[in-house]
């Protein structure tokens, strides 16, 4: 695989930042950029839920992460089931949900990035108390960490780790 550019890498993880604040707010799930704490590399504190999906084509090979503490997890499903699931860590569909969220910020921001032939894994989902992801130290793979405050509370960690 070539390598990705600096600046190939820094519009994917703007595009991948902007779309999961688009695609938060069609769901009612209001979210502001951190950015005195947006990091290269992992940092992300008092997570309990994770979702992740592989991306792999069209010059590009990475994973995204969503991660939430529990504040920020309760909020988000509750926001985008209409209130309909009652947030839980031990229910399969109120996790699904956070899933859901990575597909739908995955696909419009490969949309939007206009690379061809890129396809998707189905999310993994992660609990547990004080879950982190732990970097990879390959040579070669750039990894981010976008922390954004959920304005109904809480924290939602966006970490975007590319092979470049």
Do not use: W
């Not at 519009?11 to 604040?21: D, E, P, Q």
């Not at 995204?64 to 209409?82: N, W």
């Amino acid at each position: 695989m070539r390598s990705m550019g600096a600046e190939k890498i820094a519009a994917l993880v703007n595009t991948f930042g902007m779309s999961l604040i688009s695609v938060s707010k069609e769901m009612g799930v209001q979210l502001s950029l951190v950015k005195s704490e947006v990091a290269q590399g992992v940092n992300t504190t008092g997570s309990c839920c994770a979702a992740l999906v592989g991306v792999v084509g069209g010059g590009l090979q990475g994973t995204i992460v969503v991660m939430l503490d529990e504040p920020g997890f309760g909020a988000v499903v509750t926001a985008m089931s209409g209130g309909m699931i009652q947030p839980s860590l031990e229910d399969s569909v109120s996790m699904s949900v956070i899933g859901e969220l990575t597909n739908m910020v995955s696909g419009r921001a490969l949309i939007q990035s206009s690379l061809q032939g890129v396809d998707v894994t189905p999310p993994q989902i992660i609990t547990g108390a004080g879950i982190r992801t732990i970097p990879t130290q390959s040579p070669g793979i750039r990894t981010f960490t976008l922390p954004f405050r959920v304005a109904q509370g809480g924290t939602l960690y966006l970490i975007l780790s590319f092979h470049g």
